[in-house]
């Protein structure tokens, strides 16, 4: 994420800010510039506040030329907990945050936001919702959006980063797919890499849920529940690259630069050479893992675990280096 500033006294705020903490400004983001913006300055002029600003706590604003009341993230959310459900319209407004989030990743990578793009928004509360993406539609359980319920589940299937941002990123990676590998004929590449997405994907992960990853499925995989089919394989690799791409946005925002000795007496690190090539993942993964070692270290120093705690096999990096090469294509295209 980038870091902000209010347009009226320059005090830092932040992504979720409608408010400035220091001169009351009230603020809201412009999709179209990716910036905070104060709602009775210029930048904001002929722009108005989304209509979920209440109901999905949203500080995006509708711009001119863009059709109906609600912002670009909202307005790709089809289904939502009804107005008499309470508790799931509270969750609901967190999962809308959650997806602001990657709403606005997807347009500062270049990513495009196609019309057959779709949100469900549903709550396992009531009646069985299934998290996952078909043919453009990607759906979340927002009981899962409940702290407790959510770290019960983290923890029986073993999955360190199992939130609803991650959930998010990781179904839009499934969105991604078809437009990424197979309409843009890179299926035989990437079926050398993730393996033949043809194999039976429903045996696939009753396999899986009956029996565990392989004992060695960090050597191929990012997690282990990539390891049950080369969709989801892709699926937990795109998330996780949007996930370091957005961490080393925010640690360059704040001018977090990491180069302690620990990190460059770490032979791994000399393998990539840094800034050789701004736009490659090797350059970014230079970057990467001296910053996960220091907030790895910053977090046990509270008395944490790991904020990072992932190791990256060369096959892992050959996969997400596929995720960052077909991301930038098209951007690029665009
Ligand atoms: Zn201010
Ligand atoms: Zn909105
Ligand atoms: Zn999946």
């Known amino acids: 994420m980038r870091s902000f500033s209010c347009g009226r006294c320059g005090q830092l705020v932040f992504f979720e800010n409608s408010l400035c903490l220091r001169c009351s400004a009230a603020l809201g983001f412009v999709p179209s510039v990716l910036d905070l913006v104060v709602l009775d300055g210029p930048q904001a002029s002929g722009a108005r506040a989304c209509a979920n600003a209440t109901l999905a706590e949203c500080n995006w604003l509708v711009e001119?030329?863009?059709?109906?009341?609600?912002?670009?993230?909202?307005?790709?959310?089809?289904?939502?907990p009804a107005d008499s459900d309470t508790a799931s319209l509270a969750a609901f407004a967190s999962a809308e945050a959650a997806?602001?989030?990657?709403?606005?990743?997807?347009?500062?990578?270049?990513?495009?936001?196609?019309?057959?793009?779709?949100?469900?928004?549903?709550?396992?509360?009531?009646?069985?919702?299934?998290?996952?993406h078909d043919d453009g539609v990607i759906t979340i359980d927002l009981a899962e959006s409940d702290d407790a319920r959510r770290e019960q589940r983290r923890a029986e299937l073993g999955e360190p980063y199992r939130t609803v941002l991650g959930h998010f990123r990781h179904e839009i990676g499934h969105y991604y797919w078809p437009i990424l590998i197979e309409q843009a004929g890179e299926l035989e590449r990437w079926r050398s890499l993730f393996g033949d997405e043809r194999i039976d994907y429903d045996s696939a992960l009753q396999r899986h849920y009956e029996q565990g990853p392989p004992g060695d499925w960090s050597q191929w995989h990012v997690s282990a529940y990539a390891a049950t089919h080369p969709w989801e394989d892709w699926a937990e690799t795109f998330a996780h690259y949007l996930h370091i791409r957005d961490t080393l946005q925010t640690a360059a925002a704040f001018g977090l630069i990491v180069a302690g000795p620990q990190a460059t007496r770490d032979e791994s690190l000399s393998a990539a050479p840094r800034h050789a090539d701004p736009r490659s993942f090797e350059s970014?993964?230079?970057?990467?893992?001296?910053?996960?070692?220091?907030?790895?270290?910053?977090?046990?120093?509270?008395g944490r675990g790991d904020l990072y705690p992932f190791t990256l096999a060369p096959t892992v990096i050959d996969k997400l280096t596929c995720v960052h090469e077909r991301i930038q294509s098209v951007a690029s295209r665009r």
């Open 99 to 132: 997806k602001r989030r990657l709403v606005f990743q997807l347009l500062d990578l270049g990513l495009p936001i196609r019309d057959d793009l779709a949100f469900d928004l549903l709550s396992s509360q009531w009646a069985p919702v299934l998290t996952g």
């Open 284 to 302: 970014l993964i230079g970057d990467w893992l001296p910053l996960t070692y220091a907030l790895n270290a910053v977090n046990r120093s509270m």
């Open 64 to 80: 001119p030329g863009d059709p109906g009341s609600l912002c670009r993230s909202c307005v790709l959310t089809r289904t939502r």
